[in-house]
């Protein structure tokens, strides 16, 4: 079992920053991707960014160039910095591990950008 908390989500004017964190915990498998997907209300759950263990990263056309992904392997965390946001990236922000074998959700973190 993985256990993912997320942390950094709030409120913000548009043009404003966020970072949003998230640190697993358990059965770490020291391959793995890490991500943030969102899902805003009445919208399906889309990615946002991904990083794997060895760095590569992806991220949504939408927030290419404003959100960037990091890791740090040594403290199994992933954290996602959200510069220049949009009202429309309003939604709740998940962590996402995942191996070959398996993938753990966090519980979700609220990001709300007010216009």
């Known amino acids: 079992q993985v256990q993912l908390v997320e942390s950094g989500g709030g409120l913000v004017q548009a043009g404003g920053s966020l970072r949003l964190s998230c640190a697993a915990s358990g059965s770490i498998f020291s391959i793995n991707t890490m991500g943030w997907y969102r899902q805003a209300p009445g919208k399906q759950r889309e990615l946002v960014a991904a990083?794997?263990?060895?760095?590569?990263?992806n991220y949504a056309d939408s927030v290419k160039g404003r959100f960037t992904i990091s890791r740090d392997n040594a403290k199994n965390a992933v954290y996602l910095q959200m510069n220049t946001l949009k009202p429309e990236d309003t939604a709740v922000y998940y962590c996402k591990y995942n191996t070959l074998y398996n993938e753990y959700w966090g519980q979700g973190t609220q990001v709300t950008v007010s216009s």
């Open positions: 990083i794997t263990s060895g760095g590569r990263r």
